[in-house]
Structure formats: structure tokens, C-alpha cells
């Protein structure tokens, strides 16, 4: 598993480099979540009780958290070249962002299908059980999100305070 370190970093005195480094890293496990979650989910769709047209939608889903997992790892891989390249703030914080736009996509989609689940298990309780499932992986997937965001949301902040 790669973790970003701040020594990878050229330092800008107006980017707050572990802020970046947190969002790496954070970004990286939030990654591998979802791809652990989409495959798990994927790999247990057929034992559970859920209507074709939600199962259909929960198999989309897996196929997307899998690929944004590629998606994100070259995105952060792109990161630290920038950052390695001493690229501008600006460049850092657009890259930044766009990775937790791409992170934050797959959220709102899971949300959604979360919320679905849970209407069709208080219809059917036959459905509880990919309401759990769906609802486990999404809280794996929560965790490195909103640390990710978190220092996303603090770089930003600096840059329009123009603080470090």
C-alpha cells in the first residue's frame, strides 16, 4: 500500500504539504475501499433478495467503484509528479479537487443506493440483507472519504485565506 510522505514533496510556503499528503493518502485508502467493496458487493449480489432493477444498478455501481479505484491511483499518481515537479499551488489544488470530485461521485451514487435498500427492506424484509451489505461497504468506503475531503476542504480554505 502506498503511503505519500512529506519529504516527497517540494515545499511551497503558501501549500500546506501534509494537508496534500493526508489527502493522498486518504484518497489511496478510500481507493482500495472501493474496490474491495465493489467486489465484495459484486461477489455477494446473487445470495441476496433485491428487485432486477436495483440489482442491476448495485452491479453498475460495483463496475464504477472498481474503476474509479484505477482512475484515482493514476490521478494520485499524477499528484505527486506535480508536486515532485514543484508545480503551482493552483495546479496542486486543481488536482486535489478533481480527485475528490471523482471520490465524492461514487459517494452520492452509493447514497443513493443505500437509500433504496432501505425503502425496499421496510417493504420486503427479504431485502434486509442487501440493505446490510450495500450499507457495510459503504461505511468502509465513508471513513478515508470525509478524512480526505477533511484536508481537501483545508487546503482550500488556506488557499482563500492565503495561510499555509
Avoid at 12 to 31: E, F, G, I, K, Q
Avoid at 98 to 111: D, F, K, M, S, Y
Avoid at 129 to 157: C, H, M, Q, T, W
Wanted: charged share 20%.
Amino acid at each position: 500500500m502506498a503511503f505519500y510522505h512529506v519529504s516527497y514533496f517540494v515545499t511551497s510556503p503558501s501549500m500546506n504539504t501534509s494537508a496534500v499528503r493526508n489527502v493522498m493518502n486518504d484518497a489511496h485508502l478510500c481507493a482500495l475501499a472501493m474496490l474491495d467493496s465493489g467486489a465484495y458487493i459484486e461477489r455477494e449480489l446473487p445470495n441476496v433478495c433485491m428487485i432486477d432493477a436495483i440489482r442491476a444498478t448495485a452491479s453498475e455501481l460495483c463496475s464504477q467503484l472498481i474503476g474509479t479505484k484505477h482512475d484515482i491511483i493514476h490521478e494520485l499518481s499524477e499528484l505527486d509528479d506535480l508536486r515532485s515537479d514543484g508545480a503551482t499551488d493552483e495546479r496542486v489544488a486543481l488536482a486535489v479537487d478533481r480527485i475528490i470530485r471523482w471520490l465524492g461521485e461514487n459517494i452520492r451514487q452509493i447514497h443513493e443506493l443505500v437509500t433504496t435498500l432501505e425503502a425496499a427492506a421496510q417493504n420486503d424484509p427479504a431485502c434486509q440483507s442487501a440493505y446490510l451489505l450495500v450499507v457495510e461497504s459503504a461505511l468502509n468506503i465513508l471513513g478515508p472519504f470525509n478524512r480526505a475531503k477533511a484536508a481537501a476542504d483545508s487546503i482550500r480554505e488556506a488557499d482563500a485565506t492565503g495561510n499555509a
